[in-house]
């Protein structure tokens, strides 16, 4: 199977954004029920970021030694399938969001009227709701890498 650098690119960044999440948002989560202190949360975001920053970097030299002369090219493919990866991670990141926003006013609300929902569904912590948008961007990155993967496999 013959790849493209940037398919290459795809491939790695979407396995790195899939075992990375797996790793630090069920942290998060319980970091922000637990506690109300910022600090832990601050120590493992900062030991996400550098784990994903490290396995990108030693990722991307791999595939850059191993294929020299495809490393940093792109062409009007290239090109075409990362616009169409943007678009979908826009719908997606857009949509996310507009729910997550909707369900953090209906959960304001709920608690408002009524004393039982609020037992049930308590208003996310300002911190969770940090957490809460995070997953919501990592889960955007992962469509697009999986966008440009399709696009990729489908020749469009």
């Known amino acids: 199977m013959n790849l493209s650098f940037q398919e290459k690119s795809a491939w790695g960044s979407l396995a790195a954004m899939i075992v990375a999440g797996l790793w630090y ?3 998060a989560f319980v970091v922000v029920r637990v506690s109300e202190n910022p600090i832990a949360l601050i120590a493992i975001s900062v030991i996400w970021v550098i784990f994903l920053v490290i396995i990108e970097t030693i990722y991307h ?13 792109s062409d009007e493919r290239d090109r075409l399938i ?18 997550l926003v909707g369900w953090i006013v209906a959960q304001s609300v709920a608690q408002s009227v ?4 609020v037992q049930a569904y308590p208003v996310p912590h300002p911190l969770e709701i940090v957490v809460l948008v995070l997953l919501v961007m990592t889960l955007s990155e992962i469509v697009k890498f999986f966008s440009q993967i399709l696009h990729y496999r489908l020749g469009s």
């Not at 030299?61 to 090219?73: C, F, L, Y």
């Not at 826009?90 to 949509?95: D, H, I, K, P, S």
């Open 25 to 27: 948002f069920p942290k």
């Open 114 to 117: 009524a004393q039982s929902v």
């Open 61 to 73: 030299t791999v595939i850059a030694v191993a294929s020299p002369g495809d490393a940093g090219k």
């Open 82 to 99: 990362d616009l169409k990866a943007e678009r979908n991670v826009g719908f997606v990141l857009g949509f996310s969001l507009l729910l």
